[in-house]
T-cell receptor
């Protein structure tokens, strides 16, 4: 049973480019969460999605960031016009329901470096 | 504002001894607490959790204690093993947002052989 799959593992972008981060949840999981970890910090909640719905995006920066979880395919976190401050590790987690008590499973993360 | 605080960035213990990792929180709405373990270049892995209606939960070598009045929890690992060396994150969520975890900054545990 494959775990949460994130790709790419490492992504380098120049300032102003777009970054697309992908997350395939565990089989049977329809709830996806994105977290960001800045250097020397803990993980910070960004967005919670179910299939075709954004449930809570209270942790998303107001501009340049968007997320989707289409009916088919992986969840995508998109960052437009990246800046150096976007450099971080982005983790995706999934769960069978929208309850962190059920121990959401995390992927290995995508490390974004903006140069 | 940091609602979950892990004030010790690092901890070093000898193999076989007890490791005690501490966590404080400020948000009285938190009602569920989790500990995650993270190796370099990997995602966090769930370790153990505790509900606010309990004060202790045990799973093998790992025990979590919760002191609600002090808004403090701790993770005890005994006996510690070199494979326990990792970053440990304390996390919490509230009943109204039980999908949203608030994490501390983590404590790097090193268990020396």
């Amino acid at each position: 049973n494959a775990g949460v799959m994130q790709n790419p593992r490492h992504l380098v972008r120049r300032r102003g480019q777009e970054a697309r981060l992908r997350c395939s949840p565990m089989k049977g999981h329809s709830h996806v969460y994105w977290y960001r970890q800045l250097p020397e910090e803990g993980l910070k909640f960004m967005v919670y999605l179910q299939k075709e719905n954004i449930i809570d995006e209270s942790g998303m920066p107001k501009e340049r960031f968007s997320a989707e979880f289409p009916k088919e395919g992986p969840s995508i976190l998109r960052i437009q016009q990246v800046v150096r401050g976007d450099s971080a590790a982005y983790f995706c987690a999934s769960s069978p329901d929208g309850n962190a008590n059920t121990e959401a499973f995390f992927g290995q993360g995508t490390r974004l470096t903006v140069v | 504002d940091q609602q979950v605080k892990q004030n010790s960035p690092s901890l070093s213990v000898q193999e076989g001894r007890i490791s005690i990792l501490n966590c404080d929180y400020t948000n009285s709405m938190f009602d569920y607490f989790l500990w995650y373990k993270k190796y370099p270049a990997e995602g966090p892995t769930f370790l153990i959790s505790i509900s606010s209606i309990k004060d202790k939960n045990e799973d093998g070598r790992f025990t979590v204690f919760l002191n609600k009045s002090a808004k403090h929890l701790s993770l005890h690992i005994v006996p510690s093993q070199p494979g326990d060396s990792a970053v440990y994150f304390c996390a919490a969520h509230s009943q109204g947002s039980n999908y949203k975890l608030t994490f501390g900054k983590g404590t790097l545990l090193t268990v020396n052989p």
